[in-house]
Every structure is written in structure tokens, then in C-alpha cells.
């Protein structure tokens, strides 16, 4: 059964940084590019990351420089580590296997100003 778990949302305030985490389970996250989205209040869910099997990242502009992506194979667990965070950051953050289209349940991470 595929299973992703978001978890590491929190409430920090502007100029801290969160380490976010999808711990995977019925499938091998080295075998499928795994992406992050995010919905801020009111918005539309935006991509805003991805990782493929080779390891290579991609960002959104809005977050290029200050979020990095890195897999943990033994842990089976992707973590997108978010620094310099500002309030428009503020969003619940969903972590997928875009070949299953298959996604989390989200964690809320919330920055004061």
C-alpha cells in the first residue's frame, strides 16, 4: 500500500528555518521523482520542488535558493529543508510520487512576520 506522511510543520517566525519530512512507505522514493507542493490560504496548490530518481532537484523561483531537497534511501524519507523562511511561505505543504500521482496528507507550516 502507498502511504506518504508529511511531517516537521510548525509555527516559526520570519528568518527561521523547518526541515520537513515525507517518510514513504510501498514503494522506494530512489525509484520515483518525488515533488513538493504547497497551498497558502486562499491560493491554489503550486509546486514547488521535485526530486527525480538521479538526484537532481528542481525549484520554483519563489523558493530557489533558500529550500533544499535531499533523500534519504536507507530511511525511505525525502526532506525539504526550508531556510529564510518568510510569511508568504506560509502554506500546507504536500509532499507526492508524481508517477503514482499519489500524495500526502499535508503538514502546515506557518510563518509570523
Known amino acids: 500500500q502507498v502511504q506518504l506522511v508529511e511531517s516537521g510543520g510548525g509555527l516559526v517566525q520570519a528568518g527561521d528555518s523547518l526541515k520537513l519530512s515525507c517518510a514513504a512507505s510501498?514503494?522506494?522514493?530512489?525509484?520515483?521523482?518525488i515533488g513538493w507542493h504547497r497551498q497558502a490560504p486562499g491560493k491554489q496548490r503550486e509546486w514547488i520542488a521535485s526530486?527525480?530518481?538521479?538526484?537532481?532537484?528542481t525549484f520554483a523561483d519563489s523558493v530557489r535558493g533558500r529550500f533544499t531537497l535531499f533523500r534519504d534511501n536507507a530511511k525511505n524519507t525525502v526532506y525539504l529543508q526550508m531556510n529564510s523562511l518568510r510569511p508568504g511561505d506560509t502554506g500546507v505543504y504536500y509532499c507526492g510520487n508524481i508517477g503514482l500521482h499519489y500524495w500526502g496528507q499535508g503538514t502546515q507550516v506557518t510563518v509570523s512576520s
Open positions: 510501498g514503494f522506494s522514493v530512489s525509484s520515483y521523482a
Open positions: 526530486i527525480v530518481t538521479s538526484g537532481d532537484t
